[in-house]
DNA sequence: CACAATTCAATTGCGTGCAACTGAATGACG
DNA sequence: CGTCATTCAGTTGCACGCAATTGAATTGTG
């Protein structure tokens, strides 16, 4: 038998490890699919939403994927070796570096058109399924950032007197 | 408008992407509540695999991780070195090594029995949905696994024609 | 018993992901 | 107009996560 406390131990594990597990099974799948097109699976959703929007600034790039300059710097980088991107500094704000697909870039997605559909067989879901799981992962990553804003300013975050930190 | 191949790379993107952004936000929220205890969120989640059973080989922990060496061998240097943990060769089989807790790392324990309500209440979800989600994420991590088995020996998943490759 | 195949941990190399910092460019304010 | 704060990309440092390799120990087989 177990106190209250070993089964919240319990259940806590089961959630964050099965997110954890289910998004390096992700992962994995996509590794294998991608390898094919050169691509790593972060540079994809990249990939993905510059063939969707053509032409971002970093910036940009990073609130769609929620990825900072520290992580999409490198990435581009790559993508540039790679002959896919061009970055080039804006010429109305010096600080802004646009990014834009190659004719390389744009041909890519030719190819890439196949994967979605090799991932949707790989998973055995159907596409309603696939829509609830995505809408309740959304709630989730909604709250969770909510309360990690919540908990960065200080320690707890019971106590929500988190205003009035400054000079 | 957009034709078919247009909606699927666009909801392709919506799952995995929600699944990648949802694993971390999660880290993030770990990452905050466990700077107190000194402890990664993959930290975390090998002592609480050590706290339920105790005493394990490197390998039963990857097994239960779904980590290999690779990954563990330096994370569990890492708790060594913060004292939480002994690693010691196995007199019956001198290729396994046994991880241990140290007094120090059981102590631990207590202090971590709060992180789970801390990140049950971040999530603002019940029991029940959490229970709910926790099944499908594994049914897909068991379906995505089952994927890359079969993709894995050569290039096409849909011919399954992937035995007989010993020499 | 000898020899080959297997198992296990560790290491190396690469690509994220994030915090912290740097440095340049821009904007705000007196 | 000049200073100060803010914004933006880039870099550094650290910790995974995984493929591939290494090397030692064990097991299986003849």
Redesign the pocket.
């Known amino acids: 038998m177990n106190t209250p406390d070993d089964d919240w131990l319990r259940l806590d594990q089961q959630i964050c490890f099965s997110l954890?597990a289910a998004s390096?099974?992700f992962?994995?799948v996509y590794?294998?699919i991608l390898k094919g097109l050169g691509l790593?699976?972060?540079?994809y959703?990249v990939m993905l939403v510059l063939w969707e929007h053509g032409e971002l600034?970093?910036?940009?790039?990073?609130e769609h994927?929620?990825?900072?300059?520290?992580?999409?710097?490198?990435?581009?980088?790559?993508?540039e070796a790679a002959g896919l991107v061009r970055?080039e500094?804006?010429a109305?704000?010096?600080?802004?570096?646009?990014v834009r697909l190659t004719e390389e870039g744009v041909a890519l997605r030719g190819r890439a058109l196949q994967v979605p559909r090799r991932i949707a067989s790989s998973t055995g879901f159907g596409a309603e399924e696939i829509r609830t799981l995505r809408a309740r992962l959304d709630e989730l990553t909604t709250a969770l950032d909510a309360a990690?804003a919540l908990a960065?300013p200080q320690g707890g975050p019971s106590t929500a007197a988190a205003a009035a930190e400054r000079p």
């Open positions: 954890h390096r099974a992962n994995g590794r294998g790593t699976y972060p540079q959703l600034p970093v910036k940009k790039l990073g994927l929620r990825l900072d300059s520290g992580t999409l710097s490198p990435l581009l980088k790559r993508l970055r500094r804006s109305r704000d010096e600080r802004s570096v646009e990690a960065e």
